[in-house]
């Protein structure tokens, strides 16, 4: 008979268990031939197969809670024991081992009759033997069903609270090595990024700058002056640092912006967050214009932050993703329609630690001097609107 997974103070219980039922057993033969029972060789002979197809059975892989093979060897223990009461009185002992073993192999609902079944039997014994009724004749079976009962119950509530903690300890060991690795791959993005910027904003613009005053020079330089050709090695030198530098620019930037546009992995990042729990829909607002890295990275990160919140803990059925383009400006509004939270939690900042909050969107959007806004309430959803000034209008931009 083989248990379920339970803690190994089980096999010290099974061993009690399968010591009683044999010692109990022996008791009863032994009592036959000490107090000139009747049918002493009978008992014996009883007891021996009951103990064989007791032992039989703890031995078998096929015993198992809740199957066939449990069932019908309960049923063929009961019937030896049945044969057993009739031929001794000191059989109804034996009863106490087999509450514990039908409480165990036997679904609640079957176990708790069986276990009643078993007591009649114990306190009818009485009776067909002519041994003196007493109240104790009553309660002993009766009691001893009583502790069976709760031992059983007992002891599976708790072995049930301790595995919902054993998942518990596995499931937080879990999550807390996927937030350090969560972290650890946030940490190198936003190093990625703020390199790129660096190199942006530094670097790449600097080179442009020389080139172009280089350009300038060699426009005034007469076509036969000494420096000219310096002049020109030296704008292609600038040039030639300025492309590299825009490579390790679009090396360092996000994966999903390396691929293609804003808009398109903005498509993909709706894409992918869409399940059967939850639909969401990206549209653009105006006309697409070419954006700084910085920008592109910053409205990227803040909707996979602010989608990552709806997936997580709004409970949201639908959430909008929209992108628009004004002639001063872009923005991006991130709407669901799920549970919401207090304004005084939006602004504390404080729906969750770490570097995808909503501190960190507040602090993406001050650094390219945008603003961020959250607009939510308990059970009416949450938006999430992030504004970039963009760094010259569109007219500026199309004149250029």
Partial sequence: METRV??????????????????????????????????????????GVLAAVYGAGAAARSVQP??????????????????????????????????????????????????????????????????????????????????????????????????????????????????????RTAGTLAERERLAREIHDTLAQGLSSIQLLL??????????????????????????????????????????LANGSLTAALERLSARSTTPALTVRFAVSGTPVELPTPYEVALLRTAQSALSNTVRHAGAGRAEITLSFMDTSVSLDVVDDGRGFAQDVAAAGATESGGFGLPAMRSRARSLGGTLSVESAPGQGTAVALTLPLPMGRAGREAA
């Fill in 6 to 47: 339970h803690p190994p103070v089980a096999a010290a219980l099974r061993l009690c268990l399968h010591g009683l039922m044999l010692g109990l057993l022996a008791l009863a033969a032994a009592k036959a031939f000490t107090d000139d029972r009747p049918h002493p060789g009978a008992v014996t002979a009883v007891a």
């Fill in 215 to 256: 350009r300038a020079a060699e426009r005034a330089l007469p076509e036969d002056a000494p420096a000219a050709a310096h002049v020109h090695r030296a704008r292609e030198a600038a040039q030639d640092n300025l492309a590299e530098a825009r490579r390790f620019v679009r090396a360092l930037t996000p994966p999903d």
């Fill in 66 to 183: 809740g199957t066939r093979a449990g069932a019908g060897w309960l049923a063929v223990l009961g019937v030896l024991w049945a044969a057993l009461l009739v031929l001794s009185p000191d059989a109804l002992w034996v009863a106490f081992p087999l509450y514990f073993l039908q409480l165990h192999l036997l679904p609640t609902r079957w176990g708790l009759p069986a276990v009643a079944v078993t007591a009649a039997a114990a306190i009818a014994s009485f009776l067909l033997h002519g041994q003196a009724v007493t109240p104790g004749t009553f309660i002993g079976p009766l009691l001893g069903a009583a502790v069976a009962v709760a031992t059983v119950l007992g002891y599976e509530a708790l072995f049930r609270e301790s595995e919902r903690r054993r998942e518990l300890i596995e499931e937080l060991v879990a999550t807390r090595a996927e937030l350090a690795e969560a972290e």
